[in-house]
């Protein structure tokens, strides 16, 4: 059962499902990135395989409706993946993570993404929410939901563990939007 669309676009991005091609250029781009990582849940990709992993597992949550991972890409240079924008859906709500690489941080791609999807989402009648977390010390994140206009919401204490930091749970933010 789709529930997202497959595909969507803003003034500057293409955002688009992923596909078994993308795993080199993605791995180039940001997955083997330490710095890029930092804050997610997974640790640096120390293979392409790895990679490979990952976007099938994503292809499989589109294919069961879990899941929708979108790889983002400039208009500019539309087969020349630069992040990534994933929602997943649970009865009315909509969460958010997301991934760019870094040569585009600092230009305003990921809150014009983040924002474009968040506002479809809102306008259909089954979703109410839209959120996101955050670690507490990921001050960019702060400022992308913040920008794409979420409202922080509160703090949530030993939430989540984000390995590249601690093995222990991590404080996050919470945001969201509602309609």
């Given at each position: 059962?789709?529930?997202?669309?497959?595909?969507?676009?803003?003034?500057?991005?293409?955002?688009?499902?992923?596909?078994?091609?993308?795993?080199?250029?993605?791995?180039?781009?940001?997955?083997?990135?330490?710095?890029?990582?930092?804050?997610?849940?997974?640790?640096?990709h120390?293979?392409?395989?790895?990679?490979?992993?990952?976007?099938?597992?994503?292809?499989?949550?589109?294919?069961?409706?879990?899941?929708?991972?979108?790889?983002?890409?400039?208009k500019?240079?539309?087969?020349?993946?630069?992040?990534?924008?994933?929602?997943?859906?649970?009865?009315?709500?909509?969460?958010?993570?997301?991934?760019?690489?870094?040569?585009?941080?600092?230009?305003?791609?990921?809150?014009?993404?983040?924002?474009?999807?968040?506002?479809?989402?809102?306008?259909?009648?089954?979703?109410?929410?839209?959120?996101?977390?955050?670690?507490?010390?990921?001050?960019?994140?702060?400022?992308?939901?913040?920008?794409?206009?979420?409202?922080?919401?509160?703090?949530?204490?030993?939430?989540?563990?984000?390995?590249?930091?601690?093995?222990?749970?991590?404080?996050?933010?919470?945001?969201?939007?509602?309609r």
């Amino acid at each position: 059962m789709q529930t997202l669309p497959h595909s969507f676009e803003t003034d500057r991005i293409i955002a688009r499902l992923p596909r078994a091609s993308d795993a080199a250029l993605l791995f180039a781009s940001y997955t083997s990135d330490p710095t890029v990582v930092r804050y997610l849940l997974w640790t640096p990709h120390q293979s392409i395989d790895e990679t490979e992993r990952f976007i099938d597992d994503c292809i499989a949550g589109v294919e069961a409706g879990t899941r929708f991972p979108y790889v983002l890409a400039t208009k500019e240079k539309p087969d020349d993946p630069i992040g990534m924008l994933e929602a997943r859906v649970s009865q009315h709500t909509v969460d958010m993570g997301y991934v760019l690489a870094p040569r585009y941080w600092g230009q305003g791609l990921m809150p014009e993404a983040v924002r474009s999807l968040s506002e479809w989402a809102l306008t259909q009648e089954r979703f109410f929410r839209v959120q996101a977390f955050c670690d507490v010390e990921n001050k960019a994140s702060q400022r992308t939901l913040e920008k794409a206009g979420f409202v922080r919401e509160g703090r949530l204490e030993r939430y989540v563990v984000h390995p590249n930091q601690s093995p222990e749970p991590r404080a996050c933010f919470m945001y969201g939007c509602c309609r």
